[in-house]
């Protein structure tokens, strides 16, 4: 959000009022999902859990690591399953299972929340969204991306 901000995409106003509305919505799944940074490039990751519905890669930080999310109640079974084959894990402080499928029921009330609020413009320098595989030419301003951020990092 900040770096939209920073591009030209949204204005500060903007960009507080995603920030708010986002926050305000997160309560209701609050306590309920977890993350884990995993040693493992997304790739590898993705093969050891399989086609679990309830656990992602939401984040796919670096060439060598990423981070998973999903339901709080398989996290420590995920990161202690991991361990076992010789993957470190950390336990990444957050009750909340971000850029993941278990926010799609909060992306309906994040469009009617911002869809009358934002008039995005076009960058005045290059932005490139770590939301997308291939940002590049993506619109990166309206309220469809942000509400697609939320489930996607």
């Known amino acids: 959000i900040a770096a939209s901000v920073v591009a030209g995409t949204l204005s500060p106003a903007e960009g507080a009022l995603i920030v708010?509305?986002?926050?305000?919505?997160?309560?209701?799944?609050?306590?309920?999902?977890?993350?884990?940074?995993?040693?493992?490039?997304?790739?590898?990751?993705?093969?050891i859990l399989g086609p679990r519905k309830d656990l992602v890669v939401a984040i796919d930080s670096s060439p060598s690591s990423c981070v998973v999310a999903g339901d709080k109640d398989i996290m420590t079974e995920t990161a202690e399953a991991f361990k076992a084959q010789g993957v470190k894990t950390f336990t990444i402080e957050s009750d909340i299972a971000f850029h993941s499928p278990a926010l799609h029921g909060l992306m309906d009330p994040l469009r009617d929340a911002l869809g009358q609020f934002l008039a995005p413009t076009s960058p005045t320098i290059k932005l490139y969204s770590t939301a997308l595989v291939d940002p590049r030419g993506q619109d990166l301003r309206g309220v469809e991306y942000w509400a697609g951020n939320m489930v996607k990092g």
């Open 20 to 47: 708010t509305r986002r926050a305000l919505l997160y309560r209701q799944v609050m306590g309920k999902g977890g993350m884990i940074l995993v040693n493992l490039p997304s790739g590898e990751t993705e093969k």
